[in-house]
């Protein structure tokens, strides 16, 4: 299987996968572990792969052009597009393209087995106040969060998915049974554990912003509103127009309610109605 990672800190990676059974997985050929400096797909003399986010706010936000061009780039034999009509990647059905985010769907290890079952995983790495939506949009096929927390990056989260896909591959471990029945393994039908979101967790609120239903009820809206940054027309993908507006009552109202959509379609479980 081949994994391919996406980062602005290649040299993260010289340490986690050197040891046990990925290691091992290395050295037979079961897998290949290709780092890629996200810098080395920019055109400028700076190398930027950040800008500031529409809108306005905090911190900066990865570009999309750099992510679309190194993912582009990678699968260029496996998944041909047509540049001039201005096409968007497709990967293959055995290929997935995970952006690694604070705001999406819990990592569990149901997901773990479908992606040990791919012939290919590039993983997206994100920094700073996060990767411009138009990523997670168009251009990955899961976004991926590894926990009710917020790290500084999307490496070390990207490690831990190749271990815990990397031990499912035929051949990782010594004992194939292992695998089996082990803590949240769905094939183990007499274990009681549940994933996060299957599992009871009243009370848990993990955001501040309190978002309103159409009938006025209170939620909280636990995941970051989507950030989006120049250019603010990518291959006929538009920054919403309320963005560029300078209306920041309307701005603020916006945010709020694509943040409590957003955690509606990727973390349900982290509703709950406010008091």
Not at 111 to 123: K, N, S, Y
Not at 157 to 182: F, W, Y
Request: overall charge negative; hydrophobic content about 35%; glycine content about 8%.
């Amino acid at each position: 299987m081949k994994f391919d990672v996406i980062t602005i800190f290649p040299e993260f990676f010289a340490g986690p996968f050197h040891y046990g059974i990925v290691r091992r997985a290395r050295e037979t050929g079961l897998i290949d572990i290709r780092v890629h400096d996200l810098r080395q797909f920019t055109h400028d003399r700076h190398k930027t792969v950040d800008d500031r986010p529409f809108g306005g706010g905090e911190g900066m936000v990865l570009k999309p052009e750099p992510m679309f061009e190194a993912v582009e780039t990678i699968l260029s034999d496996e998944a041909p597009r047509n540049p001039e009509a201005g096409d968007p990647l497709k990967p293959d059905k055995d290929t997935a393209v995970v952006l690694l985010s604070a705001s999406g769907k819990i990592f569990v290890q149901e997901m773990a087995e479908r992606f040990a079952a791919l012939e290919r995983m590039v993983l997206l790495c994100g920094r700073y106040e996060g990767v411009d939506e138009r990523v997670a949009e168009h251009l990955a096929t899961d976004e991926v969060s590894i926990g009710d927390f917020v790290l500084s990056g999307g490496e070390l989260a990207a490690a831990m998915v190749i271990d815990a896909v990397t031990r499912l591959l035929p051949g990782a471990l010594g004992n194939e049974a292992s695998s089996l029945h082990e803590s949240f393994s769905s094939a183990d039908a007499s274990s009681s554990l549940r994933s996060p979101a299957q599992s009871d967790r009243p009370g848990m609120q993990l955001g501040s912003e309190v978002a309103r239903t159409e009938s006025g009820d209170g939620i909280r809206a636990v995941l970051e509103y989507p950030h989006y940054t120049r250019p603010a027309d990518f291959r006929g993908y538009r920054v919403p127009e309320i963005l560029l507006s300078g209306n920041h009552e309307e701005i603020r109202r916006w945010r709020q309610r694509v943040a409590l959509e957003k955690t509606r379609r990727n973390r349900p479980d982290l509703l709950s109605p406010t008091e």
